[in-house]
Structures are given as structure tokens and as C-alpha cells.
């Protein structure tokens, strides 16, 4: 069973840090891109960052770009973000993704899907 979970959401003030985690199962983990989406209440999902498969280059897209750090570890098939200098328009759910093909920014097209893990910045 293809199984995508993500860890680590939580309230934390403006200017604070976080850092997320989604841990795989059910799949040949380092054969996978891997992204990180976000959906704010009545707001289309977005996408956040990617990590490519093989030479696990590194995207990041919208605001997030000096401020998130992802990166992988395939002997433990985890991603992690890490979300430093939050401001409240980052808040959202967040949700990783993977896929065998390239990194995208677009949410359609993802093999697989977490269920979610909420981030709350206060103002």
C-alpha cells in the first residue's frame, strides 16, 4: 500500500521556523520526485517546492523562494521542508506529493498524495 504521510504542521508566531516531514512507504522511494503543495482556505492549491529524483535538484516557487529548504533522504524514503522567516500568508495545509516524472509546480499529474498536515502563522 502506497502510503504518503506528512508530520510537523503546527502554530507558530511570524518569523518563526518549521520544519515538515512526509514519510513514504509502497514504493520505490528514490525513483519518485517529490514535492511539497499548500492550499489555503478558498484558495486553489499551490505548489511550494520540489526535489527532483536522481540529482535531487531543488525547485521552489511563489514567495517561498530564500525562505524554504527541502531536501530528501532515501535510506529513510522522507522528504523535509524547512520553513524559516513564516509569514502569515503561509498559512495552509501541506500537502507532498510524488511522481515519476519531473517536478511541476502544477497539482495535477501527482502519482501520489498525503493527506495533509496544517501550518498556522500568527500575525
Known amino acids: 500500500e502506497v502510503q504518503l504521510v506528512e508530520s510537523g504542521g503546527g502554530l507558530v508566531q511570524a518569523g518563526g521556523s518549521l520544519g515538515l516531514s512526509c514519510a513514504a512507504s509502497g514504493f520505490t522511494f528514490a525513483d519518485y520526485a517529490i514535492a511539497w503543495f499548500r492550499q489555503a482556505p478558498g484558495k486553489e492549491r499551490e505548489g511550494v517546492s520540489c526535489?527532483?529524483?536522481?540529482?535531487?535538484?531543488?525547485y521552489y516557487y511563489d514567495s517561498v523562494n530564500g525562505r524554504f529548504t527541502i531536501s530528501r533522504d532515501n535510506a529513510k524514503n522522507t522528504v523535509y521542508l524547512q520553513m524559516n522567516s513564516l509569514r502569515p500568508e503561509d498559512t495552509a495545509a501541506y500537502y507532498c506529493?510524488?511522481?515519476?516524472?519531473?517536478?511541476?509546480?502544477?497539482?495535477?499529474?501527482?502519482?501520489?498524495w498525503g493527506q495533509g498536515t496544517q501550518v498556522t502563522v500568527s500575525s
Open positions: 526535489i527532483s529524483r536522481g540529482d535531487e535538484t531543488t
Open positions: 506529493a510524488a511522481d515519476r516524472g519531473v517536478c511541476s509546480a502544477a497539482s495535477f499529474g501527482w502519482a501520489y
